[in-house]
């Protein structure tokens, strides 16, 4: 069934090294989030996208980096990844801000 | 200060009782207000939306909004084990194309 897609489910990686985490939709929404959940914290946005080419940082930005040349795709990178990143990464899209956010089954993020 | 606040900490409830949540939020002119549960391990989803002030009901729940004092409130009449999950409460402040979350609620309910 179509709808949104993160990959990989678990990723085990170094101290230093890059990773990027793919999302993926096939609704055509206009806006897609990267969130970060983590124990005492709930989910706090990281970037957001209102439309291709177009980002904007959200409340924890720092370390990660984003890209959305097509309106599909919303990649997320980790430039030089730390122990701190170690979290569960949710992926997000919806045709406008106001109605319902439609989530990917998440990705399960170890810096060791 | 977190744009939106859920304070509670775990809530347990018996079975067939109602379960309250609340969320205050800071932004005076947010438009959208929402509940999303989570179960442990998966994504949240969309169970009630709310975009004016009073009550919407949907089933067993109950979405409040008072944009006077600034909090939404979260109701589960005849609660149920299947209930037993996270509750975050979420909002678009004003002009931001965004959707910020709370820290999320858990709610256990007892047999």
């Known amino acids: 069934d179509a709808g949104i897609t993160q990959s990989p489910r678990y990723k085990i990686t170094e101290t230093g090294r890059q990773v990027t985490l793919m999302c993926h939709q096939t609704?055509?929404?206009?806006?897609m989030f990267w969130y970060r959940q983590d124990l005492g914290h709930g989910l706090r946005l990281i970037y957001y996208s209102a439309a291709a080419d177009i980002t904007d940082k959200g409340e924890v930005p720092d370390g990660y980096v984003v890209s959305r040349s097509k309106t599909e795709n919303f990649p997320l990178t980790l430039e030089s990844a730390t122990r701190s990143q170690t979290s569960v990464y949710f992926c997000?899209?919806?045709?406008?801000?106001?109605?319902?956010?439609?989530f990917g089954s998440g990705t399960q993020l170890s810096v060791l | 200060q977190k744009e939106v606040e859920q304070n509670s900490g775990p809530l347990s409830v018996p079975e067939g009782a109602i379960a309250s949540l609340n969320c205050t939020y800071s932004?005076?002119?947010?438009?959208?207000f929402f509940w999303y549960r989570q179960y442990s391990g998966k994504s949240p989803e969309l169970i009630m939306s709310?975009?004016?002030?009073g009550d919407k009901e949907d089933g067993r729940f109950t979405a409040q909004l008072n944009k006077a004092s600034q909090y939404v409130s979260l109701l589960i009449r005849d609660s149920q084990p299947s209930d037993s999950a996270t509750y975050l409460c979420a909002d678009t402040p004003y002009g931001n194309n965004r959707l910020a979350f709370g820290k999320g609620n858990q709610v256990v309910v007892i047999p």
């Open positions: 932004d005076r002119v947010s438009q959208s």
């Open positions: 997000a899209s919806t045709l406008r801000i106001n109605e319902k956010l439609f």
């Open positions: 709310i975009y004016s002030n």
């Open positions: 609704w055509s929404h206009s806006y």
